[in-house]
DNA sequence: AGACCCGGTTTTTTT
DNA sequence: AACCGGGTCT
């Protein structure tokens, strides 16, 4: 007899519907608290959702919710993947589901592309065909890698101008990031190294190679590597996927080819995905991404259903119409139409400033005076298009004792100081990582290019190694500082100390040299003592590595500094890096003809509609307060010309949704 | 021959 | 601030 364990219940003829959840159940009130398109969003569970979210339109709020329904519903959160633009996007939507449900939320796998990649690659590198102590070269390093193989290769000739690694970099990523082969890219962007065209795919073909044979992945190797594995389908492929049961990206507008084959190779088991985007807010085209890309995301997944989400409760209505006003110039129209929710202010104001030191001078008097009024510094932000336009207002918000922390621009890890310390450590974890003996063997007395060289080439024969006892290096004819060298970095790879002591050895041999090289070395001695605060926060070396090329380090610099003082800080952003935020009053500075949009993009139609996404981005931070500012004689260097017309997308302006002033000289 | 020093140039935007 | 190229020093 056969024992009957279940009941099945008809719930209509053909079984599809999908049965009536009664939202009692829940915890959380999601019809009340989202609008109806919110709400049919964060309510999605099964299928291919394409979310278009206007800028302040509840997007992360959105998802925060769809996370804490998924949990409600008792998946497990570590079958949810939610891939942003940073990690802090990432962390940020962990914590607001956080506190929305509870822990468990926080516990959902998130991250950026890169840094998923990363974990991924570690976890099952076997499977995916690598070593798991590989090395990852930040833009920089592989820059540097190029370089010694541009240089090696012998096709720099007097007569021809051969393309800088810069420009061979750029080349390359765009080639493995977009899908388009180099030649394309050299015809389109670069006619004139054509000719150049095969020695440019041979360095390309070393490189490639070189990355391979010492362990090391690039940020575009890291996505390639990810690609590959998920389309091999091996046993380790299925254990990872058939575990991610819900993949959600955020900001799919800036993705490129690449991380759409890896979004598909991830839905491969459970066909379950929600990206989010904007396609009037893509700003990163120079990386490879295309707005098309989510534009054709429909056709990428079978029935995708599409939700606009157009109500927008960041800014007043006077901020929307003028970012209206700005895309009302664009060539290609944009599908969605924002309004506001929030009551009326006033009309952004337009400041022109007779020189980039009055524009300084007036940003600190309006700041001091919005902190009058009650704006916290926190709430306030100046945005530019690039970090270096912030330099004349730095110096005047120190003399006027106004705290800022600076994103977007130089890096902390960028710093050579601390490029030179991270390479010990790199060679440490990983000793194929040659790019990091080059650097080294270079930082000491008597050692340039051609004796690294020799010494890297007695590394690969094998004649010489750092895991052999240190004694038997004193036979070779380099000095003795070389010896100490090898026996610091013996101690460094076998020695099983705490991130943290591994960098006390190498700051106590570097010290000196440090001293030497850089005049302004007592500058440079906060970093290397942040350096070391950071550095006690992992236990493993190679975390601390990986998020060191990986992650951005500034907020590890804020976390470490806020604990002894609460201080609110004033913030200064590249607009890329405001990307997702907001503020109560917003400042964008140098909006100046050939600045923004800057003269580079002047020739390409895509580059300048970019430039002006560029600038709805920027002024749809704003949630109060917005003031665009110019200087009216701006020395440019480059062309050797004075700049002085207000930038085409604030002079094209409606006047009567802007009010214009003009700072007064004896102010 | 190879290291080092100096000075002029060059800066978008990021993982 | 960091890079490149060229000239000079060891």
Partial sequence: MIQKKYKL????????????????????NYKNELNPAQYEAASAVDGAYLIIAGAGTGKTRTLVYRVARLVELGYDPQSILLLTFTRKAANEMMNRAAILLDHRCSKILGGTFHSFANSVLRKYSKAANLDPSFTILDQGDTQDVINLIRTQSGFIGKEKRFPKKETLGKVYSLSVNTGKKVEEIIEEDYPHFIDQLNKILEIQKIFTEYKRRNNLLDYDDLLVYLKNFLEDFNPGTKSLLSSIKFVMVDEYQDTNKLQADVVKGLTQINKNIMVVGDDSQAIYSFRGANFKNIIEFPKLFNDVQIIKLEENYRSTQEILNFANQITEGAIEKYTKHLYAIKPGGELPFIVAASTENLQSKFIVEKILELREEGVPLGEIAVLFRSSFFSFDLEIELTKA?????????????????????LAFLRIASNPKDVVSWYRVLLLHEGVGPKTAQKILDELATARLTIKANPENITNFSYNDRIVKLFQLLYTLHTKNDLPSEKLDLV??????????IYDDFNKRKKDLEIFQNISENYKSLDSLLADMAIEPIIDSVIDVEATDREDEYLTLSTIHSAKGLEWHSVFIIHAVEGYFPSSRSYDNIDTLEEERRLMYVASTRAKQNLFVTYPM????????????????FISEMNPQLAEGWLIDEDF
């Avoid at 004792?401 to 310390?421: A, L, T």
């Fill in 507 to 516: 700051l106590e041999y570097y010290y000196p040299i440090f001293k030497n």
């Fill in 633 to 648: 004689n701006l020395y440019d260097r480059e062309a050797g010309i004075t700049l002085s017309k207000p930038s085409r």
């Fill in 401 to 421: 004792n106004i705290p800022f922390q600076k994103f977007g621009g130089m890096k902390f890890v960028e710093s050579s100081h601390i490029k030179d310390v």
């Fill in 9 to 28: 219940k008809r719930i209509n003829e053909t079984g599809f519907t999908k049965p009536i959840i009664d939202e009692a159940r829940f915890v959380i």
